[in-house]
């Protein structure tokens, strides 16, 4: 049966995409990111259309990008729909100049109807209003502001949904803005990364360890990998459930990560790559068969594929790839639930 003409099975297609069927049985009904054609009315099929269509939205839901939003996003990438890039140019030929007299809504404040981007010059959608006053505030580089903000959102809304909803919107916003804008807005993107950042990491030393086994989560990008927020997030969303961890940062060279995998003897490890060009396979695989302990009772850390980099081929063993911050968290967190109910038997 060509795959061309009639499609591939969900089961077929998510061990591409590296995700669970349920996650895209759950995108189709909750956000209408389904195929196309369904064979006999019922079944699910998959065009290569459809196919771009899922791998778009992995990509932006590891990106941190929410997933009603990436959605509405990936759903331009199947043939016939209108692009992004069109839509992009349309909306920054349209004047986007807030009047000086409106300010920042408080927290939890309603959301006015606007155009998508009106009040920041970001292309922003439809966002919450606390993600529309963090881009007014980092385009006018008002530090105090965005750092009272990011408080506020962490506070009353928790980690994840601080993140997912408010934070990472805003930077891919600016980072499309900025490759848009002829290298325009790279002092707006350096101050806002910076203050996500301080946010993220105040957020990580709030937490307190729980009694769960002392083995930490190995959090690193691969080599030649600079992009270290969504990882800020993962620890802080780990802190935030009282998980130990070790952050190596940006760029660690695989010497490094293998010493420091094999010195902390891992529960899980959490390898970042932003790009295709930075995922590193082979080191993954690695990383997954590196075994430690005692004698008798060695075990291997599992291993997150973490980020849009690792899309288009299925983990290996011992390895997986979450599809955003929610899904990386939870599954840390039971891996540790596990250990623990298993060491008090």
Same mark, same amino acid.
């Given at each position: ?7 591939i099975?969900?089961g077929? &297609?998510?061990?591409r995409?590296? *995700? ?5 049985r759950?995108?189709d009904?909750?956000?209408g990111?389904?195929?196309? &054609?369904?064979a006999?009315?019922?079944?699910r ?12 939205m #992995? ?8 997933? @009603?939003?990436?959605?509405? @996003?990936?759903?331009?990438?199947r043939?016939?729909? *209108?692009?992004?890039?069109? =839509?992009?140019?349309a ?7 807030e009047?000086?007299?409106q ?6 404040? /309603? ?7 009106? %009040? ?6 439809? &966002?919450?209003? =606390? #993600?529309?006053?963090?881009?007014? @505030? ?9 750092? %009272? ?8 809304y928790?980690?994840v +949904? ?10 891919h ?5 900025w /490759? ?18 301080t ?11 729980r ?5 930490p989560?190995?959090?690193a #990008? ?5 992009h270290?927020l ?11 459930r009282g ?11 695989a ?13 899980? *490890? ?7 060009s930075?995922?590193?396979?082979a ?13 008798g @009772? ?15 081929r ?5 390895? +997986?790839?979450?599809? %955003?911050?929610?899904?990386a968290?939870?599954v +840390?967190?039971?891996?540790? =639930? %596990?250990?623990s ?5």
């Open positions: 049966m060509p795959e061309s003409t009639h499609g099975t969900t077929a &297609v998510a061990r995409l590296g *995700v669970s069927p349920t996650t895209v759950s995108w009904q909750r956000y990111i389904g195929p196309a &054609v369904r006999d009315g019922r079944h099929r998959w065009s290569p259309g459809d196919v771009a269509m899922l791998e778009e #992995c990509r932006l839901t590891a990106s941190g990008v929410p997933p @009603a939003e990436a959605a509405h @996003a990936a759903k331009r990438v043939p016939g729909a *209108v692009t992004e890039t069109a =839509e992009l140019a909306d920054q030929r349209t004047p986007s100049v009047p000086a007299e300010t920042m809504a408080p927290v939890g404040a /309603e959301p006015r109807a606007r155009r998508p981007g009106q %009040g920041s010059g970001l292309p922003l959608g439809d &966002v919450r209003q =606390e #993600c529309r006053g963090l881009a007014r @505030a980092a385009v006018r580089l008002d530090g105090p502001a965005m750092e %009272g903000l990011l408080q506020e959102v962490l506070a009353r928790g980690l +949904i601080a993140w997912e909803e408010v934070m990472a919107p805003t930077l916003a600016v980072g499309r803005k /490759e848009s804008s002829d290298d325009r807005y790279v002092e707006v993107e350096h101050l806002l990364s910076w203050h996500v950042s946010a993220l990491r105040r957020a990580a030393v709030t937490g307190t360890l009694t769960f086994p002392a083995a989560v190995v959090l #990008c691969v080599p030649a990998e600079q270290t969504p990882l800020e997030a993962l620890a802080a969303g780990l802190a935030e998980l130990p961890t070790r952050m190596f940062g940006a760029a660690v060279p010497e490094a990560l293998d010493a420091a995998v094999r010195r902390s003897g891992p529960a899980a *490890v959490a390898l970042w790559s932003q790009a295709r930075t995922a590193d396979h080191l993954a695989r690695h990383v997954a068969g590196t075994a430690f302990g005692m004698r @009772a060695r075990t291997a850390p599992l291993v997150l594929l973490a980020g849009p980099g690792w899309l288009g299925a983990p290996g063993q011992g390895m +997986i790839h979450p599809t %955003g911050l929610r899904e968290l939870d +840390i967190h039971r891996l540790y =639930e %596990g250990q109910g298993h060491s008090e038997g």
